[in-house]
């Protein structure tokens, strides 16, 4: 049984956890939303301080929740890459500390592999191979998940990322930040098929479409060519209809491009992570698409969907239990390919 202690600090939520190989002793978040929505986005500097005034009390609160020793703890993780720098460098600075202090091993976690374990958290009988859909705010990628740390990226997105494409959606209906829950709540009283909306096909050199890529700028696009064709005509915004036909268009794009990667590539089991994972419209058009072909599909609950902790700590364990650990001159990267994982990371052996 491997235990870490873990912790998230790539954007505006300040996350600690304690984590026992797959279950979670603790999980403690605080979000900042509230500070940033005064300005429509993470401002990188408030976020900053904001982890460097709280993360010590978050801290003691993890420990405290799990009720455990300093001496039960096995490993310090935080996240690593990518993120926000300023960000990133508060979470990293106070576990490699907390590693020279305790004398335990230190280990930079990819943010994003974090994401690909949250579904472990829900699913301890998961295993690869499998494909991961990782949707949120900065990424969407269709990954195969070989082993621990053995990633291959088979599609991503050639522009704005799915919960990217929601906030901006989003700030066009007025509906402030974040976007993603807002949409989602409204779209439960629209008419998702008011407004045929594109899916983003993209285009390959001398003809035919990338099966796997997405592309979210012509549905944003569509958008707002349609908010401003009603404003012109001075009717007033069916913003319910707008936001529900947005998240069927999104929603029908990702599951068609899922779908289609685990049966080319004969997998039978699509694990969703990431922030845009908690939308309510995804998880029905993938669940009934993916039952219809009898594939497994796997969302993390709902805590664990947005950035948190103990997804940092369960690939933390992982890799702990492999004898993969980080050297403490690692720095922090604000961008690093899923594929580079392994380069976080040196072998005891």
Sequence with gaps: MTTVLSIETSCDETAVAIVNNRKVCSSIIA???????????????????????II?????????????????????????????????????????????????????????????????????????????????????????VKDCGVYTELGATRDDAAGEAFDKVARMLNLGYPGGPAIDRLATQGNPTLYPLPEGNISLPGGG??????????VKTAVLRLVQKLQ??????????????????????????????????????IAIGGGVAANRGLR???????????????????????????MIGCAAAEHLRRGHISPLDLGVQSRLSIMEVMSLYLSEG
């Design 31 to 53: 979000s900042q939303i509230p500070i940033h929505t005064q300005y429509g986005g993470v401002v990188p500097e408030v976020a900053s301080r904001q982890h460097l005034l």
């Design 56 to 144: 010590t009390d978050l801290i003691a609160q993890a420990i405290e929740e799990a009720g455990i020793t300093w001496a039960e703890i096995d490993g310090i993780a935080a996240t690593v890459a990518p993120g926000l720098v300023g960000a990133l460098m508060i979470g990293m600075s106070a576990a490699k500390t907390l590693a020279i202090l305790h004398d335990k091993p230190f280990l930079g976690v990819h943010h994003l592999e974090g994401h690909i374990y949250a579904s472990y958290l829900s699913a301890p009988e998961l295993a690869p191979p499998f494909l991961c859909l990782l949707v949120s705010g900065g990424h969407t990628s269709l990954i195969h």
């Design 209 to 218: 479409f990338h099966p796997y890529d997405s592309s979210f700028s012509g």
């Design 232 to 269: 012109a005509e001075g009717k007033e915004l069916p913003v319910a209809d707008i936001a529900a036909s947005f998240q069927n268009s999104v929603a029908r794009s990702l599951t068609k491009r899922a779908i289609a990667c685990a049966i080319d590539h004969n997998l039978d089991t």
């Design 284 to 310: 029905a058009t993938l669940q009934a698409a993916a039952s219809q072909r009898n594939i497994k599909v796997l969302f993390p609950p709902m805590e664990y969907c947005t950035d948190n902790a103990a």
